[in-house]
């Protein structure tokens, strides 16, 4: 037991190191797009997490959607504009905090799993029905299949509940208990959420973003419209974020290779400089 528990700990630290700081989403975008085309293409929670990522960068940062409603609203004041997107940029953080915890979370996860999922005593680290879950994902890459539409949305479900039950859920209660003021309360909590795979004019409007039932429900309906628009589609529509590289598009694998390369190379710089 304490060896597999070392063995997931070295993996989160690995994940951690690939996530990079705060800032670094294309970096989290990356990872988990490795992980969906590393699974066959059967573990799209994290393509749907992706563009949750990504999504996030342009909704809650101070140029998002949001910050330039912020500004126009309070272009009366200097002062008050700039409290108001302080707050704003707060929950900017707290939100990239929670996204990099999942990114990190699914990597460890799923590369764990993948090593041992059916190992006695792997269900004693990560949650047994996410477990199962993803050791249908690891059986059906091993055999070179896809999984049935059914199974495959089980998968996402199991994922999707696990993460925003136990990571998510936390991290957005900690940042709303921190807000003061009202209005600003209320406009991060009532965001319209729209992916760039959705049909036009599609959008989800929250009652409350900290209600972890209604952003599980939510959740799944955009996993349905995933489905409906169809896979590869939810990938190209990445692009239209405007925040990836071209040869992400291009060469996804190669991509996180030279990430993953990259990574290696200043931590190995970072050890010297500290010895």
């Known amino acids: 037991m304490s060896d597999l528990q070392d063995v997931y700990e070295k993996l989160k630290s690995e994940g951690e190191v690939l996530a990079g700081n705060l800032m670094d989403i294309r970096h989290r975008v990356a990872i988990l797009t490795h992980i969906y085309i590393d699974s066959g293409r059967n573990h799209a929670f994290s393509q749907i997490a992706a563009h ?7 909704y809650f940062e101070a140029g998002g959607s949001l910050g330039r409603l912020i500004a126009y609203r309070y272009c009366y004041s200097a002062r008050e ?3 108001r997107l302080g707050i704003l940029r707060e929950f900017s953080e707290a939100f990239r905090r929670v996204n990099r915890e999942v990114c990190i979370d699914t990597y460890a996860n799923y590369e764990f799993t993948k090593l041992h999922g059916e190992t006695s005593g792997s269900e004693d680290i990560v949650p047994p029905n996410l477990l199962d879950a993803l050791n249908r994902v690891h059986h059906a890459r091993r055999k070179n299949v896809e999984l049935t539409a059914r199974e495959k949305k089980d998968v996402f479900e199991q994922s999707f509940r696990c993460e925003q039950e136990l990571t998510v ?6 940042a709303v208990s921190e807000f003061e003021c009202k209005i600003m309360r209320w ?13 036009k004019l599609r959008h989800f409007v929250f009652r409350d973003f900290s209600d972890t039932d209604e952003r599980i429900v939510k959740g799944l309906r955009a996993y349905e419209l995933a489905e409906r628009a169809g896979w590869d589609k939810v990938y190209r529509a990445m692009e239209y974020y405007g925040q990836m590289p071209a040869d992400f598009f291009h060469d996804p694998v190669g991509h996180f290779a030279s990430l993953r390369k990259e990574v290696i190379r200043k931590g190995e710089i970072a050890s010297r400089l500290a010895d």
């Open 52 to 58: 949750g990522a990504l999504w996030g960068l342009s």
């Open 81 to 83: 504009k700039a409290y």
């Open 169 to 174: 859920a936390p991290g957005v209660k900690k």
């Open 187 to 199: 406009l991060c909590l009532h965001p319209f959420v729209r992916f760039t795979y959705f049909p």
